[in-house]
């Protein structure tokens, strides 16, 4: 009995990382695209931040869990560079809700209690969906400004592609 479940753990801290990490993909992949077609570089930053953020705090070292905390000051620097003092009013803060949880994973208090790890598992699997949500909302946000320009060209036109 041990060993199945011991087995069927595994299989779901497989199955969670493939999760956040596909997420994750999508995320830069759409990011890269938005940067390609002329969109913000924010989603790229923003991406790459929350990737090396999410590798560092699912490590049980100290140093690793240290580095992962430094994402949301980089983000919140991000968001201050390129919205200013009233960032928090962006569609673009969403991207520290995920930040401020892996941050979460850090915390002794947090961590060691396994109903209160499920609950910030499940809830950084949410915030990641909803940053790719508004990652896309965004890139239809551009598509549809390119589409406004009546020149007879298509979005696809504008951008690099």
């Known amino acids: 009995m041990?060993?199945?479940t011991e087995l069927t753990h595994r299989l779901y801290t497989l199955m969670y990382f493939l999760i956040i990490f596909l997420i994750?993909?999508?995320c830069v992949l759409n990011a890269i695209y938005t940067v390609?077609?002329?969109g913000t570089t924010f989603y790229l930053f923003a991406?790459?931040?929350l990737t090396l953020q999410c590798i560092f705090a699912l490590r049980t070292s100290l140093d690793s869990r240290i580095y992962a905390s430094l994402g949301v000051v980089l983000l919140i620097i991000g968001l201050l560079y390129t919205h200013g003092l009233d960032f928090l009013n962006h569609l673009k803060a969403i991207v520290l809700v995920p930040a401020l949880i892996l941050t979460a994973f850090g915390l002794d208090n947090l961590y060691r209690k396994p109903n209160r790890l499920a609950c910030l598992k499940i809830g950084l699997v949410?915030?990641?969906l909803l940053v790719a949500y508004s990652q896309y909302y965004?890139?239809?946000e551009l598509q549809?400004?390119?589409?406004s320009l009546?020149?007879?060209?298509?979005w696809q036109q504008f951008g690099a592609l």
Not at 144 to 147: E, K, L, P, R, T
Not at 150 to 154: A, D, K, P, V
Request: hydrophobic share 40%.
């Open 2 to 4: 041990a060993k199945t």
């Open 24 to 26: 994750l993909a999508y």
């Open 36 to 38: 390609i077609i002329g």
């Open 47 to 49: 991406s790459f931040i």
């Open 126 to 128: 949410i915030s990641l």
């Open 138 to 140: 965004d890139l239809v």
């Open 144 to 147: 549809n400004y390119y589409d």
């Open 150 to 154: 009546h020149n007879g060209e298509t």
